[in-house]
């Protein structure tokens, strides 16, 4: 067994990409998890996406039949928030929205154990915010896990000023456990990765808003020229354009950072509710 982690059941609040991600992952390593949504449908899909995903992975030898079969089983699907409160860890993936993150946290704070760890898989949040809403502030960390978690090797830790060593190793056991690799951040608004992925999705987009290139070329362009596997455009597509945009928003009005304003273009697809691959039209139609 790898890894010295403590969770014996985790909760996940969320069943988006990412929440279902986090659940199938720490599923196929046979730890029981809660998953759980305010929308029945989002629930509904959550399902079918992770036993495609298992499927999937299993087809390709990357994970073993057994991580495949406990991925399903493991996994107890609900609306119900208080089925968290037997939970040693609670993985919150919702909206990336500071007051309904602080809102949830607060309810979870009182029906949880004191000795519950809690983690953010926000984003760009400062978790210094999210943690003073909990509760629990020594107790509570930004645990932020890359899409597609099945995937992604990689998960960004960010322990706040008043993140305690135990929890921080608790987590660090869990990453450990669960085979993915952790960089640490301090807590500063978008951490490492997006502090750095989002001005070139934004840029992207500033390019396309100024007729400079297609979307197709931009992206093309980006793909050939510097390795990515998919171009920026592609990519925030992926991500979702409502998560693009929060993130954009977060870290334009936390630092003034001129860079980081969210580009009028981006703001005018979320306005028109086209967010990417979840409501099938972003910058590409699917
Ligand atoms: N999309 C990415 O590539 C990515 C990568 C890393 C981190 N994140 C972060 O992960 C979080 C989730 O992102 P996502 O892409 O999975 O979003 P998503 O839009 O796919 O899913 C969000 C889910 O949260 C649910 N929800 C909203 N409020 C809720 C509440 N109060 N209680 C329970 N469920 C609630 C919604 O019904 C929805 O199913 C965000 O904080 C985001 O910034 C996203």
């Given amino acids: 067994m790898l890894g010295n982690q403590n969770f014996k059941s985790i909760a996940v609040v969320g069943a988006g990409q990412m929440g279902s991600g986090i659940a199938?992952?720490?599923?196929?390593?046979?730890?029981?998890?809660?998953?759980?949504?305010?929308?029945?449908?989002?629930?509904?899909?959550?399902?079918?996406?992770?036993?495609?995903?298992?499927?999937?992975?299993?087809?390709?030898?990357?994970?073993?039949?057994?991580?495949?079969?406990?991925?399903?089983?493991?996994?107890?699907?609900?609306?119900?928030?208080?089925?968290?409160?037997?939970?040693?860890?609670?993985?919150?993936?919702?909206?990336?929205?500071?007051?309904?993150?602080?809102?949830?946290?607060?309810?979870?704070?009182?029906?949880?154990?004191?000795?519950?760890?809690?983690?953010?898989?926000?984003?760009?949040?400062?978790?210094?915010?999210?943690?003073?809403?909990?509760?629990?502030?020594?107790?509570?960390?930004?645990?932020?896990?890359?899409?597609?978690?099945?995937?992604?090797?990689?998960?960004?830790?960010?322990?706040?000023?008043?993140?305690?060593?135990?929890?921080?190793?608790?987590?660090?056991?869990?990453?450990?456990?669960l085979k993915k690799e952790t960089i640490e951040s301090k807590d500063f608004p978008g951490f490492i990765i997006n502090r750095i992925l989002m001005p070139m999705i934004n840029e992207a987009f500033t390019v396309l808003n100024e007729n400079i290139a297609s979307a197709e070329d931009i992206d093309n362009g980006m793909k050939l020229g510097t390795k990515q596997p998919m171009g920026p455009l592609a990519l925030a597509d992926f991500i979702g354009l409502d998560t693009c945009l929060a993130i954009l928003t977060v870290m334009f009005e936390s630092t003034g950072k001129t860079h980081l304003k969210p580009s009028p273009l981006l703001q005018q697809y979320v306005d028109l509710n086209w967010l990417g691959r979840k409501t099938n039209r972003g910058v590409y139609h699917y």
């Fill in 24 to 177: 199938q992952v720490c599923a196929s390593q046979s730890i029981p998890v809660s998953l759980i949504d305010l929308n029945i449908d989002q629930l509904n899909k959550s399902k079918e996406s992770i036993c495609k995903s298992l499927e999937k992975l299993a087809a390709k030898g990357i994970i073993k039949e057994g991580e495949k079969i406990s991925g399903l089983e493991k996994i107890k699907f609900s609306q119900d928030l208080k089925l968290s409160s037997k939970s040693d860890l609670i993985i919150e993936a919702i909206v990336e929205d500071e007051n309904k993150k602080k809102t949830l946290w607060k309810q979870l704070d009182q029906i949880s154990s004191p000795q519950t760890i809690f983690a953010s898989n926000t984003s760009s949040i400062p978790i210094a915010r999210l943690a003073q809403a909990s509760g629990r502030p020594e107790k509570f960390i930004g645990l932020h896990f890359m899409n597609p978690v099945p995937i992604m090797n990689v998960v960004e830790i960010i322990p706040s000023l008043s993140t305690s060593i135990e929890t921080k190793n608790q987590v660090l056991a869990l990453c450990k456990f």
